[in-house]
């Protein structure tokens, strides 16, 4: 339902047209606010949000991060980013030019406008971790120069000149920390190892599974992630973050497997490929901080999850 007029806020999201993005303009827009989508279409696409184009509280900007912006918003969702390794590796410098200066503009217009903040952090600022699970106030064990830092620093950058807007121009920041997150509209080319094995069943080919299977990953959906976003944009002042953001449930990939085959019901093997270089045998967060301060917690099954996400990856696949 539309807001009365005083309560409606207008909302900037930057990498709107994205995954996570176009899920949280849809829930933004359900809430009766008016949003300015900016978005370069670098991995997002129109196709995202072409159900909103009729509304008069949606905009879209064709626009990168790295140059300045200025317009009249009252709060800030920073989300413009590619996030997976084939993305970000593709264009490095792009990538970390995208973080940091794509974080300095929106940090000066939140400056600016005296708005509040938001930035879709990493657990990848963890890097290879030597704790499980990871915590906040764990620094992390990042290469400063390897292959996947332009990412990973660029996050950790973004995250310095969040904490010293706040400290130096009081600027009121909401810094999430995101893991593993899957669901409809996750590009279906992204190399993940959800969409990979979906459209693997979909196409009737068998699932490559990387070295035993036996390493785990925890993966929250997207209705559950969004849900932590809206609470921490909303929480008290002071709430700044980092919080952690994800599912702390771990399973196996040869589980996931399984439950791909189960629920698309293909009747394709699952074949072992090697491992990748520095492929972590766990990732978890420790969602403690986002429990107490927002009363957060992920809800969705991976079975109900999948079920979804393969629905969507069903309206992008030729019929089988
Ligand atoms: P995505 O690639 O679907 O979305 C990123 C969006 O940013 C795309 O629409 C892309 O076109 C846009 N973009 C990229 N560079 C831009 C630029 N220079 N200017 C303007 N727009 C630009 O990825 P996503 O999964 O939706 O990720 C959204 C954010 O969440 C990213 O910042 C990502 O780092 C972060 N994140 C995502 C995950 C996850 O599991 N999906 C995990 C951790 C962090
Ligand atoms: N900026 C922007 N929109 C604004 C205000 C600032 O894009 O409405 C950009 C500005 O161009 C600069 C960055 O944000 O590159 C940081 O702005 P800040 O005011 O902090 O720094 P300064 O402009 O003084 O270097
Ligand atoms: N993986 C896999 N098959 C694939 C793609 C990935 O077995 O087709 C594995 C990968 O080696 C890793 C896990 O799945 O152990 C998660 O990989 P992804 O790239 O999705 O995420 P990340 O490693 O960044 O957590």
């Keep these: 339902m ?25 829930r933004l827009i359900a809430q009766g606010h008016e949003v300015i989508c900016a978005d370069n279409l670098f991995t997002g696409t129109k196709r995202n949000i072409e159900h909103l184009h009729a509304n008069p509280r949606f905009e879209f900007l064709r626009h990168d991060v ?42 000066g217009l939140a400056k600016r406008l005296r708005c509040r903040i938001f930035q879709a952090s990493t657990s990848e600022v963890y890097g290879d971790p030597e704790v499980h699970p990871q915590r906040e ?67 009737g080919e068998d699932l490559t599974v990387y070295g035993d299977g036996a390493q785990t990953r925890s993966f929250c959906y997207v209705d559950d992630l969004i849900d932590g976003f809206l609470r921490l944009m909303e929480a008290p002042s002071g709430v ?31 074949i072992h490929q090697p491992l990748p270089a520095d492929d972590p045998r766990q990732r978890r967060p420790d969602i403690s901080l986002a429990r107490e301060t927002l009363g957060w917690e992920p ?22």
Aim: hydrophobic share 35%.
């Design 137 to 203: 106030d764990y620094w992390g064990h990042v290469n400063p120069i390897g292959t996947r830092a332009c990412y990973d620093e660029g996050k950790r950058c973004a995250e310095t000149l969040f904490f010293d807007y706040h400290r130096q121009h009081g600027v009121e920041i909401r810094v999430a920390r995101i893991f593993n997150t899957y669901g409809p509209r996750m590009h279906p080319r992204d190399g993940r190892v959800v969409s990979n094995f979906i459209t693997q069943a979909l196409a």
């Design 2 to 26: 539309p807001r009365l007029y005083e309560s409606r806020k207008r909302i900037l999201v930057t990498g709107g047209a994205g995954f996570l993005g176009s899920h949280l303009i849809d």
């Design 66 to 107: 790295c140059n300045p912006l200025k317009l009249e918003v009252d709060e800030i969702y920073n989300l413009a980013c590619p996030a997976s390794p084939v993305h970000y590796q593709y264009n490095p410098v792009l990538t970390t030019k995208t973080s940091v200066m794509g974080a300095m503009n929106m940090l």
């Design 299 to 320: 809800k969705v099954e991976l079975a109900e999850g999948l079920a979804n996400t393969i629905a969507y990856f069903r309206t992008l696949s030729p019929p089988h």
């Design 240 to 270: 700044t973050g980092p919080v952690n953001l994800g599912n702390p449930h771990e399973f196996t990939m040869m589980e996931l497997s399984s439950q791909v085959l189960k629920l698309t019901g293909a009747s394709v093997k699952v």
